[in-house]
């Protein structure tokens, strides 16, 4: 993922631009629009970001479309908070209403982000009804993003180009650019293209402010930096390891039992592919007794150790009829251990406790912030609707971390 954060951050410093908006972690401002580009990749590159029903990364998509233009127009915390849950709204009911008919080959955020992105972004900088039509109709002319490249760098960009294009949208639609104002549901619009016209309109707007997605249905937070689907099956890995006393050493084969097979396959091309690899994930859990950033470098993945565990587990893709991951040890002693998860720590079934969200992140802080820094953010980040202008929070953000000084 350094590297990941690395090309991000030095393609909109190279590229030259208006000073308006942090890059976070960087140390130097850009345009909003390149900005939201590069904290949406930030944002989604560890695998660490909220998960919603259905699944949309919608906070990687809308937060940094918001976050950019807030910034420039000294917005403040309370109408960041405002314009994130009202695009995470837009992209979650955009997301349920068309997910039956999404082609697999699509990467859903990429279909649906930049609108989440342009509406968070519209809300942000206060743009009327009209406007923010608008900004909707030039948001639905940038979608796209294809599963294919789940694995790869390229997979967050689709929440980068959807932020990017969320604060496009709304720059543009203020300036008055135009759209068809009925770009969703035309013969030749959004739900045709891209969905067969298959597109629950109840679902994309009956009740519409009645009740908020983040309330209901929620979403689950990640306890590990690996896809959502990985989360049950690291933590049954975990519950073998820690219930039995494993030590790998002991371990003869492993089998996980699942519903579905996984993304990538037993053998991930890369520390970053093993975020979606079932082999990979329970192997380090397994040899490591913990799971995190560090877990999914080319260093860990291609370590002896872990090259001898991937060949010792399976994968049955028919999962127990309750939806739980089940982790099955035979041992050298011949002995048979197992143990499951079906809510793991985090979910919306199962929440984490304040401490350990906490936890989680000042792991991520305390790798660009000064532990100072860390205290001051985290601070304003709890009373952010307390905080009069943005600009204030992320000149923290903001700040160049070690790693991104060269």
């Not at 760098?153 to 969320?166: E, F």
């Not at 890369?270 to 990979?280: A, H, Q």
Request: glycine share 12%; aromatic share 6%.
């Amino acid at each position: 993922m350094e590297d990941v954060a690395q090309i991000t951050g030095r393609y909109p410093r190279e590229s030259g631009g208006a000073p308006q908006a942090s890059v976070v972690g960087w140390g130097f401002k850009t345009n909003p629009p390149a900005a939201a580009f590069a904290n949406g990749v930030f944002g989604h590159c560890l695998d660490y970001e909220i998960q919603g029903f259905p699944p949309t990364h919608g906070t990687s998509s809308c937060l940094p479309a918001a976050l950019a233009l807030a910034e420039h127009h000294h917005v403040s915390g309370k109408d960041v908070i405002t314009a994130y849950t009202l695009g995470w709204e837009v992209q979650g009911r955009l997301r349920a209403a068309s997910a039956p008919a999404t082609a697999p080959g699509y990467h859903p955020p990429g279909l649906v982000g930049p609108l989440g992105g342009a509406a968070a972004a519209s809300k942000a900088v206060g743009l009327d009804g009209a406007q923010t039509l608008m900004a909707l109709g030039i948001a639905a002319s940038r979608t796209g993003g294809l599963t294919a490249n789940t694995g790869t760098m390229v997979k967050s960009t689709h929440p980068g180009n959807a932020a990017r294009m969320g604060a496009e949208a709304a720059i543009l639609a203020g300036m008055g650019y135009t759209a068809s104002e009925e770009v969703l549901e035309s013969p030749v619009g959004y739900a045709a293209a891209l969905f067969g016209g298959s597109f629950d309109w109840e679902v994309a707007t009956g009740s519409l402010g009645a009740s908020w997605r983040l309330t209901d249905p929620g979403f689950d937070i990640k306890r590990f930096p690996a896809q959502v689907y990985m989360q049950n099956v690291i933590e049954a890995a975990l519950n073998l390891r820690e219930e039995n006393g494993l030590e790998a050493e002991a371990i003869e084969q492993v089998t996980i039992r699942r519903r579905g097979r996984g993304h990538s396959g037993p053998v991930p091309r890369s520390g970053l592919d093993g975020k979606f690899s079932v082999e990979y994930c329970a192997a380090a859990a397994l040899l490591d007794g913990q799971v995190g950033i560090d877990t999914f470098t080319d260093e860990r993945r291609f370590a002896p150790d872990m090259e001898g565990m991937l060949g010792r587990i399976s994968v049955e893709p028919e999962g127990p009829e309750s939806g739980a991951t089940l982790a099955t040890a035979l041992l050298k002693n011949g002995n048979t251990v197992s143990a499951e998860c079906s809510a793991f720590r985090g979910s919306a079934r199962n929440p984490m406790s304040r401490e350990e969200r906490l936890v989680k992140v000042r792991d991520c802080f305390t790798r660009a912030l000064s532990a100072s820094d860390t205290e001051r953010a985290l601070e304003m980040l709890e009373n952010l609707e307390q905080v009069d202008d943005l600009a204030e929070l992320m000149g923290i953000l903001g700040n160049p971390a070690a790693r991104t000084a060269s």
